[in-house]
Nanobody
Framework: QVQVVESGGGLVQAGGSLRLSCAAS????????MNWYRQAPGKQRDLVAG???????NYADSVKGRFTISRDNGKNTVYLQMNSLKPEDTAIYYC??????????????WGQGTQVTVSS
């Protein structure tokens, strides 16, 4: 089985920074894309940032220039550096990993989420 575990959330004042981490573990051939999503109360879960196995990245317009996604393939880990945080960044942040299984098929796995709260 594959597990995806996020860490690094917390409470921060507006303008501050946080770094989220997400580690995937278990039986897998590799990991394709790794993504960060977020979901605020009463809203849908939206893509924040993604990174492919070749380190190609994409960001939601609302976080461009403030957030940076990166990955360590040796550790099956993805990071989200969040700077200049705003109250509207408050949400539960979820990690998603597109895992390549030994049968040659890909499967999505999700973490349990980590809360990020930005106070004004």
């Amino acid at each position: 089985q594959v597990q995806v575990v996020e860490s690094g959330g917390g409470l921060v004042q507006a303008g501050g920074s946080l770094r989220l981490s997400c580690a995937a573990s278990g039986i897998m051939l590799g990991i394709n894309a790794m993504n960060w999503y977020r979901q605020a109360p009463g809203k849908q879960r939206d893509l924040v940032a993604g990174i492919t196995s070749s380190d190609s990245t994409n960001y939601a317009d609302s976080v461009k220039g403030r957030f940076t996604i990166s990955r360590d393939n040796g550790k099956n880990t993805v990071y989200l550096q969040m700077n200049s945080l705003k109250p509207e960044d408050t949400a539960i942040y979820y990690c998603n990993a597109d895992v390549l299984k030994w049968n040659g098929r890909s499967q999505d796995y999700w973490g349990q989420g980590t809360q990020v709260t930005v106070s004004s």
